[in-house]
């Protein structure tokens, strides 16, 4: 069984940074993606970041040049640094682990951008 656990959401105003960490535990194969999602209210989920065992990232368009993610593999453990944030950031984020047709989410941490 995999457990994902985040932390770092909370509120923050226009401008701000903020930095979401997720710890997986459990069996976990080597060779994996580690990732964030986001939804927010009315939305569908989509893509954050993500990012492999081997170091590759993919971000989505909209994060691009703002958010960060990196990750200590030999912890599965995966950050997404968050600057610049905008209203539109708004959502709750979740972690991602998945390899093959494995997939597992964590509970999600809001974060909201307001002044």
């Known amino acids: 069984q995999v457990q994902l656990v985040e932390s770092g959401g909370g509120l923050v105003q226009p401008g701000g940074s903020l930095r979401l960490s997720c710890a997986a535990s459990?069996?976990?194969?080597?060779?994996?993606?580690m990732g964030w999602y986001r939804q927010a209210p009315g939305k569908q989920r989509e893509l954050v970041a993500d990012i492999t065992s081997g170091g590759m990232t993919n971000y989505a368009d909209s994060v691009k040049g703002r958010f960060t993610i990196s990750r200590i593999s030999d912890k599965n453990t995966v950050y997404l640094q968050m600057n610049s944030l905008k209203p539109e950031d708004t959502a709750v984020y979740y972690c991602?682990?998945?390899?093959?047709?494995?997939?597992?989410w964590g509970q999600g941490t809001q974060v909201t951008v307001s002044s």
């Open positions: 459990g069996s976990i194969f080597s060779i994996n993606t």
């Open positions: 991602n682990l998945r390899w093959g047709d494995f997939g597992s």
